[in-house]
C-alpha cells in the first residue's frame, strides 16, 4: 500500500512569503504528526492531530505556524512571514489510532532565501 | 518530558567490522524506545523498538538494541556491518500510551569504509 506522501519534495521561498506544505498519511491512520529536522539535528516535533483537531501543539514555534486537518486525512502545514530561520526539513507522520509506530513520509525541504 | 541523547555525532567503521550506536534517555514516565534509520536521499525508517518485554530486540538486517532501565540506556549493535548500513541512525522515546510524539536524538552518522 501507499506509505506518507508529502508535496512538494523541494520548495525554496524569498523571506516574509507564505508558504503551504501538504501531508496525506496512510490510509485509515487518524494519528497525524509533523515535525521539522534542521541541519545536523534530529527532527522535532511540531503538532500532532487525532482525527481532524490539534490534540498537541505544544511544538509550534510561533504564531507563524499553523496546521490543519479539515477531513482526518490530508493535512497541511502553513508558514506566514517566512524567515531564514525557517530552512529545514519538514516531515510528517502518521499512526493507526493508539498505536506508538510512526511511519514517516520523504519530507519536504524548505529553503527561504 | 523526555530527552534522548546520542553520544557520538559521528561514527566510521570498516565493513565486517562490529559497531555500537549508543543512546541514553531521560524521563519521568515509562517510555517507548525506538531506533529509526535515514539512507541517504530517503526518508525516516522504523528500524526496531522496545515496547515491553525481552528487553534485547532486534531487526531483520541483523541490528539489536537492549533497553537497560538502570542506566537508562538503549544502544544499537551489529556484530558485522556491510557497506549498505551506511546512513544516520536515530534513536527516539515516546511516552507509554500509543499515538505520543516522538522525542529524538540528534542522530549518530554511521560510516562504513570498505
Known amino acids: 500500500g501507499a506509505g506518507v506522501s508529502q508535496t512538494p519534495s523541494n520548495k525554496v521561498t524569498e523571506k516574509g512569503k507564505y508558504v503551504e506544505l501538504r501531508c496525506d498519511p496512510i490510509s485509515g491512520h487518524t494519528a497525524l504528526y509533523w515535525y521539522r529536522q534542521s541541519l545536523g539535528q534530529g527532527p522535532e516535533f511540531l503538532i500532532y492531530f487525532q482525527g481532524t483537531g490539534a490534540a498537541d501543539d505544544s511544538g509550534l514555534p510561533n504564531d507563524r505556524f499553523f496546521a490543519v486537518r479539515p477531513e482526518g486525512s490530508v493535512s497541511t502545514l502553513k508558514i506566514q512571514r517566512t524567515e531564514r530561520g525557517d530552512s529545514a526539513v519538514y516531515l510528517c507522520a502518521s499512526s493507526q489510532q493508539g498505536r506508538e509506530t510512526q511511519y514517516f513520509g520523504p519530507g519536504t525541504r524548505l529553503l527561504v532565501l | 518530558a523526555q530527552s534522548v541523547t546520542q553520544l557520538d555525532s559521528q561514527v566510521p567503521v570498516f565493513e565486517e567490522a562490529p559497531v555500537e550506536l549508543r543512546c541514553n534517555y531521560s524521563?519521568?514516565?515509562?517510555?517507548?524506545l525506538f531506533w529509526y534509520v535515514q539512507y541517504p536521499n530517503q526518508g525516516l525508517q522504523l528500524l526496531l523498538k522496545y515496547l515491553s518485554g525481552s528487553t534485547l530486540v532486534e531487526s531483520i538486517n541483523g541490528f539489536e538494541a537492549e533497553f537497560n532501565k538502570s542506566q537508562t540506556s538503549f544502544h544499537l549493535r551489529k556484530p558485522s556491518v556491510h557497506i549498505s548500513d551506511t546512513a544516520e541512525y536515530f534513536c527516539a522515546v515516546s511516552r507509554q500510551g500509543g499515538s505520543e510524539k516522538l522525542v529524538f536524538g540528534k542522530g549518530t552518522k554511521l560510516t562504513v569504509n570498505p
Open positions: 524521563s519521568s514516565v515509562s517510555v517507548y
